[in-house]
């Protein structure tokens, strides 16, 4: 988690809001450091904000010493923070959102965590599939280009388009953004 910038994780909730209706419902996996939260609280389209957050540790340190990284947005009415694995989470739930977001780990391709894998794979971008909207969107959160993963996009879910963000040092930032056209 770095504390320093936030401007990716922000454009990945932005550009997701900009494509959904007023009154949508949002997931976000993975809470880090809480730009991408806090672009979501920003922002009068949200009526619902789910956080699915593995670590019960950091959802409490958003509660102290990390609040102000999010603008306090825990404490925002509509916000609900599940403290699970997002796949776990989403195997069990029937939960359908007009846009998913994912900041978890480094991206696609550059996970910590070897079970985060799951979440990037066919079955899990399938999975992510199945609880959009008609016309929702997935947005994912890279710290590189990850092109096989677009690809995977494309065919799973729908049209991708790519943003990205320069950072300091090293490639761009990536945020990806896929389309559900339909359900099927």
Do not use: K
């Amino acid at each position: 988690m770095d504390t320093r910038a936030g401007s990716s994780e922000r454009l990945l909730v932005r550009e997701a809001l900009a494509l959904v209706r007023p009154g949508a419902r949002v997931l976000i996996g993975g809470l880090g450091v809480g730009f991408s939260l806090a672009e979501a609280v920003a922002s009068p389209v949200p009526a619902e904000i789910v956080v699915v957050e593995i670590e019960e540790a950091l959802v409490g340190w958003h509660r102290s010493s990390l609040a102000r990284f999010s603008g306090h947005a825990l404490d925002d009415p509509r916000v609900r923070v599940v403290t699970d694995d997002v796949v776990a989470w989403l195997r069990a739930t029937d939960d359908v959102f007009d846009a998913i977001c994912l900041d978890t780990d480094n991206g696609p391709e550059w996970t910590v965590f070897p079970q985060n894998t799951a979440l990037y794979d066919d079955d899990g971008t399938a999975l992510l599939r199945d609880h959009l909207a008609d016309g929702g969107v997935l947005a994912a959160w890279s710290a590189s280009a990850a092109p096989a993963y677009a690809t995977r996009l494309a065919a799973v879910v729908g049209p991708v388009t790519t943003r990205l963000v320069d950072v300091p040092r090293g490639e761009p930032d990536v945020v990806y953004l896929a389309r559900r056209s339909s359900r099927g």
